[in-house]
């Protein structure tokens, strides 16, 4: 089952434009991350926020959680066009035995970045 | 750059038939994962290993699919009859330390299987 759900869904937007997306989940998580997905490839990691963070930057990227919310969005600055991707984001709320815990994946944003 | 390796990239097969996919990961990387994505859905878990070791495969199903990772290195996802539901794109990624709270993965570039 997956516990994180992205909005929107779909995002088209123009270059030099900012791309926020949304991401919600239902339990209680240690942290949060997101990865980029390009057209049938696999998946890049691009920033983890743990429970105890609010804010986080990256280059062109802003992550931000809230917690009592369940709720966290990705802000891409100054938008280009190979930021052309599905973004996911993906919770550790399962814990999978052996210290580990189990990322769990959104159905991710698709974003399109029109030059 | 160290990256995860898959093969093949893409496979045709008609149901019933076995199929495997090979996934090489990061060189020291103790975790590693296979995840099926269902196109316009998000990676689910089939199975996490540490080292040799199963730690989970409770979403893989046992009837059809097998994996192992003999060595604690590479690793072998086989699916055996195919179904027509079985079409989807198999991913492998891998991490440095099972780690609980802080456990990024690097992922392959997918094995996108296609069952006729």
């Known amino acids: 089952s997956q516990q994180g759900e992205e909005d929107p869904q779909a995002l088209s937007i123009q270059e030099g434009e900012n791309a926020t997306m949304n991401c919600s989940y239902k339990?209680?998580?240690?942290?949060l991350q997101w990865y980029r997905q390009n057209s049938g490839r696999g998946l890049v990691h691009l920033i983890l926020?743990?429970?105890?963070?609010r804010e986080k930057h990256s280059g062109r990227l802003r992550v931000t959680l809230d917690t009592s919310k369940k709720s966290s969005s990705l802000l891409i600055t100054a938008s280009r066009a190979a930021d052309t991707a599905s973004y996911f984001c993906?919770?550790?709320?399962?814990?999978?035995?052996?210290?580990?815990?189990?990322?769990?994946f959104g159905k991710g944003t698709k974003l399109s970045v029109i030059p | 750059e160290a990256e995860v390796a898959q093969s093949p990239r893409y496979k045709i097969t008609e149901k019933s038939q076995a199929v495997a996919f090979w996934c090489d990961p990061i060189?020291?990387?103790?975790?590693l994962y296979w995840y099926r994505q269902i196109l316009g859905q998000g990676p689910e878990l089939l199975v996490q290993?540490?080292?040799?070791?199963?730690?989970?495969d409770s979403q893989l199903p046992k009837d059809r699919f097998s994996a192992e990772r003999l060595k604690g290195v590479d690793s072998t996802l086989k699916i055996q009859p195919a179904e027509l539901g079985d079409s989807a794109m198999y991913l492998c990624?891998?991490?440095?330390?099972?780690?609980?709270?802080?456990?990024?993965?690097?992922f392959g570039p997918g094995t996108r299987l296609t069952v006729l």
């Open positions: 339990t209680s998580i240690n942290n």
């Open positions: 290993f540490q080292d040799e070791s199963v730690v989970d």
């Open positions: 926020i743990r429970s105890n963070e």
């Open positions: 060189s020291g990387h103790a975790t």
């Open positions: 993906a919770t550790d709320a399962s814990y999978s035995g052996a210290g580990s815990y189990q990322l769990t």
């Open positions: 990624a891998s991490s440095l330390v099972p780690a609980g709270a802080y456990n990024e993965q690097f």
